[in-house]
């Protein structure tokens, strides 16, 4: 990937694919991508989300395309759908998950089958998908939004915690094969942030206080608090960083 080593954050003109782009966690790092002018294929499976989240931003920039990172045949529509829009995919943010939070003793079976295949297996196609079109242009960056839950364990999390560390792994495999095509492949591990996917739990007091104890610097993440290493890892300043789960947390891995 060309780019001025003078500014190790630039994306002007790079061409990214986001999955799970209508949630939360992402609305911040897609107004950074787009801020800086990278062009974006945003997928999600919730069309109306899509909408309220291109609105006001040039349609040659933003193109709303609704798909389930668990289907092969969307995500492979999706990679196609960036390269004839834009000429090439420079790289792709997956920031699509579920958080089922239960008891593992009385954890319904399918949701927890689900939970691995939107975290875990989910995040392997979106890779899988992105890896040819990167080829196609002498490399690229994929990163993942993991979790500190890919390193802590905390209890009632065995379904997310368990898929969050196993994308952590997925990642230094994915670092490691890929590296010889220059294509990177990071996560980001946030702390537990206030987002539509946490906002029940967090209504609960006690879950709240107990969260925010957990945190030693005192307080929940916020999704704008992933920008600045998003943009790292996408830019320039990044390109020699692979294959790792790098926490923005709070201090919450050190716990």
């Known amino acids: 990937m060309a780019g001025s080593r003078d500014n190790p954050i630039e994306v002007a003109g790079r061409c990214y694919l986001v999955a799970g782009a209508a949630g939360g966690l992402a609305k911040p ?6 801020g800086r002018g990278a062009r ?6 919730d069309a109306a989300g899509l909408d309220g989240m291109i609105s006001g931003h040039d349609a040659e920039n933003a193109v709303p395309f609704v798909g389930d990172i668990t289907d092969q045949d969307a995500l ?8 004839t829009r834009f000429g ?4 792709g943010l997956n920031a699509a998950g579920l958080l089922p939070i239960a008891a593992s003793d009385s954890m319904d079976a399918d949701l927890f089958r689900r939970c691995i295949d939107v975290n875990l297996t989910g995040a392997f196609l979106f890779s899988q998908a992105l890896a040819p079109a990167l080829r196609a242009v002498g490399g690229g960056r994929i990163v993942h939004i993991a979790s500190v839950s890919s390193m802590v364990s905390n209890p009632a999390y065995a379904a997310y915690a368990g898929s969050k560390g196993g994308l952590a792994q997925v990642v230094r ?5 890929w590296a010889p ?3 990177t492949v990071n996560a980001i591990g946030p702390a537990l942030t ?8 967090l209504s609960n007091d006690a879950f709240r206080a107990k969260a925010i104890s957990d945190i030693p610097m005192g307080r929940l993440g916020r999704a704008e608090d992933l920008v600045g290493l998003m943009l790292l890892l ?4 990044g390109g020699f960083m692979t294959g790792q789960t790098i926490y923005v947390d709070g201090g919450r891995t050190l716990v």
């Not at 790092?29 to 787009?34: G, H, I, P, R, T």
């Not at 495999?173 to 094969?177: D, K, P, Q, S, Y």
């Not at 996408?234 to 300043?237: H, I, L, R, V, W």
Request: glycine content about 12%.
């Open 40 to 45: 974006l294929i945003l997928m999600d499976t």
């Open 76 to 83: 492979q529509a999706a990679v196609q759908l960036g390269q």
């Open 181 to 183: 095509d220059a294509i």
């Open 173 to 177: 495999v994915l670092g490691r094969e």
């Open 88 to 91: 090439r995919l420079d790289g």
């Open 194 to 201: 206030e987002t539509a996917l946490t906002r029940d739990y």
């Open 234 to 237: 996408f830019g320039p300043g």
């Open 29 to 34: 790092l897609v107004e950074a991508l787009l």
